[in-house]
């Protein structure tokens, strides 16, 4: 999903629309500035994420939108390609590759989506699912990856296969609801981390 404008336009025309979609910033605008600014106003609702508030929010005209997406549909698929993938896969793939005992690795990744914020989006994701068959789609297979990869790091741990899938889906459904339910401060927030990662690794 690259620059989807009309064959029409010519490379001097598309320059000049380039040169002028930013308003106060000389520098041009990527499609990743988009969904991460349409992420953050999902937060208030994915009826809220559209284009006119996006450009406001981000200082430009709607002209640089079209440079990026078609339309607001298109937009809305990649910013759910985006969750999965900056929100999910990401860290699973640094955890994957993390040096150190199993144990360890799976505190590294709890501390990093909870002090990274990386289930922030999760609950709004979530609420559009229950209405949009993409986004259900979406949202269910981020949690099969989610849960998979947590009962992953358990067996990993030397936990049996039932103890791996049970104590990794109750630190997905943690990390998931706590971050978007729960307000807290970062110095609780870690402290509490410490604590569940000893309760979630006991031996049984």
């Known amino acids: 999903m690259f620059c989807l404008l009309p064959d029409f336009y010519t490379s001097s025309f598309r320059r000049s629309i380039e040169n002028s979609m930013v308003l106060g910033?000389?520098?041009?605008?990527?499609r990743d500035d988009w969904l991460k600014a349409a992420l953050r106003l999902c937060e208030t609702g994915i009826d809220n994420v559209k284009v006119a508030p996006l450009a406001e929010q981000l200082g430009v005209t709607t002209?640089?939108?079209?440079?990026?997406?078609?339309n607001r549909r298109e937009l809305l698929e990649a910013l759910l390609e985006y969750w999965e993938h900056e929100m999910t896969d990401v860290a699973i793939e640094a955890a994957r590759h993390f040096e150190g005992s199993p144990s360890d690795r799976i505190l590294d990744l709890m501390e990093g989506v909870m002090t990274g914020k990386l289930a922030r989006y999760d609950l709004p994701i979530w609420q559009w699912a229950q209405y949009d068959t993409r986004a259900s789609r979406v949202f269910n297979r981020v949690l099969k990856k989610r849960?998979?990869?947590a009962a992953w790091m358990f067996s990993q741990a030397g936990f049996s296969k039932e103890q791996a899938e049970v104590r990794g889906r109750m630190m997905v459904i943690y990390m998931m609801g706590e971050s978007t339910l729960i307000?807290?401060?970062l110095a609780r927030r870690k402290e509490l981390i410490k604590l569940k990662h000893s309760i979630l690794t006991a031996p049984v």
């Open 147 to 149: 849960f998979s990869f």
């Open 25 to 30: 910033n000389p520098q041009r605008l990527g």
């Open 183 to 185: 307000p807290e401060s």
């Open 63 to 70: 002209g640089s939108f079209y440079w990026h997406f078609k």
